[in-house]
């Protein structure tokens, strides 16, 4: 082999490093900025969990003080109202039981 063989060969060989090299940077920023995404969405996940339990709290108690108002008053409209109330408590509740439940992982897998 020629000194100018060998100089051409590790060229080659240097500059299919490099861009071996470049696409494992390239992945790797994209593996951190998933990662930095996926962070983002649980706390909002968790953000929007608090909000939803405290609204559902807050309904609950209305509704046990026009229950309470319900049983102490003669106003059929009160008892309806109450009535309306507890029906709309539990359809949040189940809606916010069916929102908690995660999807299936999809089996598929993106290849790189």
């Known amino acids: 082999m020629q000194d ?7 060229n080659k060989n240097t500059e299919l490093l490099n861009r071996i090299l470049g696409k494992v940077d390239e992945l790797q920023r994209s593996i951190m900025s998933t990662n930095t995404g996926l962070t983002a969405l649980q706390q909002a996940v ?5 909000a939803v339990s405290a ?6 108690s209305l509704a046990s003080q026009i229950a309470a108002l319900s049983t102490n008053s003669e106003d059929p ?3 309806t109202l109450a009535a309306q109330l507890e029906t709309q408590v539990a359809a949040l509740n189940a809606a916010v039981s069916a929102a908690s439940t995660p999807p ?8 790189v």
Do not use: Y
Request: charged share 20%; glycine share 0%.
């Open 55 to 60: 609204a559902v709290t807050e309904i609950q």
């Open 4 to 10: 100018w063989q060998f100089f051409d060969l590790h």
């Open 104 to 111: 299936a992982v999809s089996a598929q897998v993106k290849k």
């Open 46 to 50: 968790t953000d929007e969990t608090s």
């Open 77 to 79: 409209a009160v008892a």
